[in-house]
């Protein structure tokens, strides 16, 4: 059964630009989660998606937003793109909300000049 | 509040043992979990542990918890070179939804 999958892997994009990163779960996983890892903070929990709703929000400005797909596949948008939104974006899917086993892809890397 | 606590290093050498610790803050926390992060890696679920469990053993890894205390620990047996990495504490929280909680990373160092 393939893993995760982000795309891009890399993107390299400049102040005031906006990104959309792109992740496809594991088949027949239905919730998706999304984090940030920055050498700073840390991992951060960024929201989640199940069944094209969204379960749950982090502590981030209105700038990071995300959607989910009838197939279970999640984007999520940063708009006016910051130095500080340079991170490894990742996303992890389970089979249901609630579901202990969440599996992460490999990431996306974004970096904002 | 939310909060998991980790030690930032630690260096074993090649066939010994790594002991790696973790504190967390909320006691209402459902799942705690290991992770390992390789470089430009993502990050690889090694185990878990339920929260009313104390211990868990899976091939050389070995979790321990201590519920009363917040402590977590991750036991690597005969730890090889390809062991080194970063791990990752967290506890799965519930709040309108589940969310993991992140420490701040371990990077273990194998010496041969």
């Known amino acids: 059964k393939a893993g995760v999958t982000q795309t891009p892997r890399y993107l390299i994009k400049t102040r005031g630009q906006q990104v959309t990163l792109s992740c496809s779960p594991i088949?027949?996983?239905?919730?998706v989660s999304w984090y940030q890892q920055t050498p700073g903070q840390g991992l951060q929990f960024l929201f989640e998606?199940?069944?094209?709703?969204?379960?749950n929000k982090g502590n981030f400005p209105g700038r990071f937003s995300g959607r989910q797909f009838s197939n279970s596949r999640s984007e999520m948008n940063v708009s006016t793109l910051e130095l500080g939104d340079s991170a490894l974006y990742l996303c992890?899917?389970?089979?249901?909300?609630?579901?202990?086993?969440?599996?992460f892809g490999p990431g996306t890397r974004l970096t904002v000049t | 509040g939310e909060d998991v606590e980790q030690s930032l290093f630690l260096s074993v050498r090649e066939g010994d043992s790594s002991v790696i610790n973790c504190t967390y803050t909320?006691?209402?926390?459902?799942?705690l979990y290991w992770y390992k992060q390789e470089p430009g890696a993502g990050l690889q679920l090694l185990t878990y542990?339920?929260?009313?469990?104390d211990m868990k053993q899976d091939q050389r890894l070995t979790v321990l918890l201590n519920k009363k205390d917040k402590h977590l620990s991750l036991r690597i047996a005969d730890t090889q070179t390809g062991d080194s990495a970063i791990y990752f504490c967290?506890?799965?929280?519930?709040?309108?939804?589940?969310?993991?909680?992140f420490g701040s990373g371990t990077r273990l160092l194998v010496r041969p």
């Open positions: 998606y199940f069944s094209e709703t969204q379960r």
């Open positions: 088949s027949g996983h239905r919730s």
């Open positions: 542990i339920f929260s009313n469990m």
């Open positions: 967290a506890e799965s929280i519930k709040d309108s939804s589940y969310k993991l909680i």
């Open positions: 909320d006691s209402s926390s459902t799942y």
């Open positions: 992890a899917s389970t089979v249901t909300s609630g579901d202990y086993e969440q599996y």
